[in-house]
Each structure stands twice: as structure tokens, then as C-alpha cells.
């Protein structure tokens, strides 16, 4: 694996401190992370190795979510804390079906905006702006978002492995509450989260407070608390699930330690 080279990201990236986007990049195989993001993500592995095998479950709820929501004649994406892209990303996955589809990634973590931006440099009908998801209106209105999406037309807006970063306080369902009211009807949420039993409670919490040093803590949340981040809407079958369990690959079989990890759901917007 090649260590990310920050001399291309500007002088803004913290190397020092583990970023949960680049540790996550990390368990999915990529190579945009630093020594100490590594280090963070090799700790979080003896704590469960389930790390690994749940991020792979998420990255391939995402791809199947997208899938559907082309199915369903949806051509807009708006993907909310997209991360650093590895192979079958957003944009690819949908080019596939229509190269005329187009993908706004938002994120405000600098490797993932900048590499992202590297990778789309011959990409049409995509953009990315660094932005904070929490600030709906930020993000609407950026050039990138606002000048590429048509809001009279259905939107998929993403928020797949990011809630978990914004605490309770901060009130994620809010957040999202605020991008479906900018979407009409016809558009879908699709929605991850990591739940808060995929090992034992002493490894969870353990996983806590490893976070918790990082640039990013997370927020471990039952079934109960991630339904109610979806609020009332309409979920697509089969509802709220492991993500191992929405609309799973004919013949598929989770992974050791993967079904577990995420909750996972889509919901029309109505």
C-alpha cells in the first residue's frame, strides 16, 4: 500500500491526528491514508477485525442503493460525506447505466475533496465541493451542488457511513430532514449507520473511545435511534435492515463478522 503523498492536498491536511474518512479508506483497501491513520485503523482491528468486513458490507450497500435508485429513473445523486473514492463509486456505478447522470459529492475532509477532484478531472456531470453536511444550506447552495442538480427533477441524496459522526446534539435527523425538504417528490434517501453491537459491548465501547481521538468520534445507535433519524417516510422493501440485508446479491453471503455492523435503509420522498 503507497502512502498518500499530502504534498497534493494543500498544507491545510492534519497528517498527525487519525481521520475516521482515511481510516476507513484504509479498511476498504485504498491507499489515501497517512502513518497515523493506519496506525489508528490497525488498533481498531485488534480491537475486531470486524472493521474490515463491515466497511466492505457498507461500500456494497451503497452500490446496490445506487443501483435501484436508477432503476427507479432517479439520474441525480447528491452524496453527503462521500469519502475518499475507491473503485465502483458513485458516479461510476451510475455512467454505467446512464453517462449523462450526474453526482454532486459533498465532503469536508481535504484528501477525500482533493483526490476526488484529481480522479473527475475528464469526469462530466460530476462535481465535488468541500462543504459540512451539517450545514444544509451551505451545501445547497454551493456552486457545485446548486449549479449542477436540478431541484425540480428527483434527487438520490447519500448519506450512507457518515451520520454516526454527528452527535445527538447536533440533531442528524434535522440535518436530513432539511435536504429531503429540497428534493421533490419522486427522490430517495438512502441512509447508513453503524449499529451498536457488531462485537461485544466491552469491544464497542473500546471502539469508542478510540474513536474519540480521532478528527471524527462516533455515535453508536440501536435500531430504535436510526428508524427514528428516517422519521415517518415511506421505506423501499425490505425496510429497515442490516445492510448485508437490503436487496442482497442473488447467491450472496455476508462475510464473517459483516451483517452486523451497518443498519442500512432507503425511503421515498414524498
Known amino acids: ?13 492534519d497528517v498527525e491526528t487519525p481521520n475516521a474518512a482515511r481510516m476507513y479508506d484504509y479498511y476498504l483497501g485504498g491507499s489515501h491514508n497517512f ?31 445506487v443501483r435501484f435508485c436508477l432503476d427507479a429513473g432517479v439520474r441525480q445523486f447528491l452524496d453527503l460525506g462521500s469519502g475518499i473514492p475507491t473503485v465502483g463509486h458513485v458516479h461510476e456505478i451510475a455512467h454505467r447505466v446512464d453517462p449523462s447522470t450526474r453526482v ?13 477532484r484529481r480522479i473527475l478531472s475528464d469526469a462530466s456531470a460530476v462535481t465535488v465541493t468541500r462543504a459540512d453536511l451539517k450545514d444544509p444550506e451551505e451545501v445547497l ?25 454527528i452527535p445527538d446534539a447536533e440533531d442528524p435527523a434535522a440535518i436530513l430532514d432539511a435536504y429531503c425538504r429540497a428534493v421533490p417528490s419522486g427522490s430517495f434517501l438512502a441512509v447508513s449507520h453503524i449499529t451498536d453491537h ?7 465501547a473500546e471502539i469508542d473511545r478510540l474513536y474519540s481521538s480521532t478528527t471524527h468520534a462516533a455515535r453508536h445507535r440501536r435500531f430504535e435511534e436510526f428508524t427514528a433519524l428516517l422519521g415517518d417516510r ?13 436487496r442482497p446479491e442473488t447467491g450472496s453471503a455476508p462475510a464473517d463478522g459483516a451483517r452486523t455492523a451497518f443498519w442500512a435503509a432507503v425511503a421515498r420522498v414524498s
Open 1 to 13: 500500500m503507497n502512502e498518500a503523498d499530502p504534498s497534493w492536498v494543500g498544507g491545510d491536511v
Open 141 to 165: 447552495n454551493a456552486p457545485g451542488v446548486a449549479g449542477l442538480l436540478d431541484f425540480g427533477q428527483p434527487v438520490a441524496v447519500l448519506a450512507v457511513a457518515v451520520l454516526h459522526f
Open 35 to 65: 502513518a497515523q491513520d493506519r496506525a489508528a485503523a490497525a488498533r481498531a482491528l485488534e480491537v475486531t477485525p470486524t472493521m474490515i468486513p463491515g466497511a466492505r458490507a457498507n461500500r456494497a450497500f451503497l452500490q446496490r442503493a
Open 198 to 204: 457488531y462485537d461485544t459491548p466491552e469491544k464497542v
Open 234 to 246: 415511506e421505506l423501499v422493501d425490505p425496510g429497515a435492515v442490516y445492510a448485508t440485508d437490503w
Open 104 to 116: 454532486a459529492y459533498v465532503d469536508n475532509e481535504p484528501v477525500a475533496v482533493a483526490h476526488t
